[in-house]
């Protein structure tokens, strides 16, 4: 198991995460991707291979499983 990137801990759990991509201006939510979560700062890591089938299944799309509708704001200053 590599070194969490962000604190070094070695120290990871199994889990998912739900992850927003953005492809030709259109957002795409991908849900339960299975990660490492560092117990120490809470950084997760993808596998190569978990990556590699994000990427292939972003560019050959199919029909999504459902479709969402998204609140959005702007962050003023």
Do not use: W
């Amino acid at each position: 198991m590599p070194n969490c990137y962000n604190c070094g801990s070695n120290d990871f759990k199994s889990g998912t995460v739900h992850e927003i991509f953005k492809i030709n201006g259109k957002l795409v939510l991908v849900e339960n991707i299975p990660v490492q979560i560092c117990n120490r700062c809470g950084e997760t890591l993808f596998s190569s291979e978990t990556a590699e089938k994000i990427r292939i299944m972003l560019q050959n799309p199919t029909e999504p499983v459902k479709t969402i509708q998204v609140d959005v704001f702007a962050y003023q200053s």
